[in-house]
């Protein structure tokens, strides 16, 4: 969310990269003062990631994160749920959980004294999938991502709706773009890797 909305001009470039490096600093303090871990859980959707995510006593969606022992569960519970199979996530951490809560007190502060103006174009959640202009708005939204759960699926439906026609995937990989193709066969996503 921080890229775009630097790129619909409600965040100047300097304080977003500031946020970004800011945000990721935070998360990543937070992270290495609890134990846990995210596991992504393929062939699933998202209602029987629930369930397995209950049957494990954790929370989570697609991309699940929690403590080391709920995740090692979800693992361990997942092919009796028939999903294809699960991949461990080289992250450092929980993240979008409260495990790093602490991260987000200093994002608050962060963004209490950054200046996000009124977007040209609303910008949509992964928190709520809704489409938000008002900078006070966003600067919650932005802190909340942090520990809430990424509605990624939901977002980019709420995109198709609204009527996005293109979109890039970043970074090295195609993921998003493979995840994006089942969702809407007509998508044209390209990816631009480094």
Request: glycine share 6%; proline share 3%; aromatic share 4%.
């Amino acid at each position: 969310m921080l890229c775009a909305d630097q790129e619909i001009s409600s965040l100047d470039f300097e304080d977003g990269l500031k946020l970004v490096i800011l945000r990721g600093e935070a998360m990543q303090d937070a992270a290495d003062a609890a134990k846990g871990a995210m596991v992504s859980v393929i062939g699933l959707d998202s209602e029987k990631v629930q369930l397995l995510c209950d049957a494990a006593n954790e929370e989570g969606n697609y991309a699940v994160s929690g403590g080391v022992k709920g995740v090692e569960a979800v693992e361990a519970k997942a092919k009796s749920f028939k999903a294809r199979m699960t991949v461990r996530l080289a992250v450092a951490g929980a993240f979008h959980t409260h495990f790093v809560e602490p991260a987000v007190s200093r994002l608050e502060i962060a963004l209490a004294t950054t200046e996000i103006r009124t977007p040209r174009i609303p910008v949509i959640s992964n928190v709520d999938a809704q489409a938000h202009a008002d900078p006070d708005t966003i600067k919650k939204i932005l802190a909340q991502q942090v520990t809430s759960s990424v509605l990624w699926e939901t977002t980019v439906k709420t995109l198709l709706t609204k009527g996005l026609k293109k979109s890039y995937e970043l970074g090295p990989g195609k993921v998003i773009a493979g995840i994006f193709k089942r969702m809407d066969k007509t998508a044209d996503l390209e990816n631009v890797s480094a």
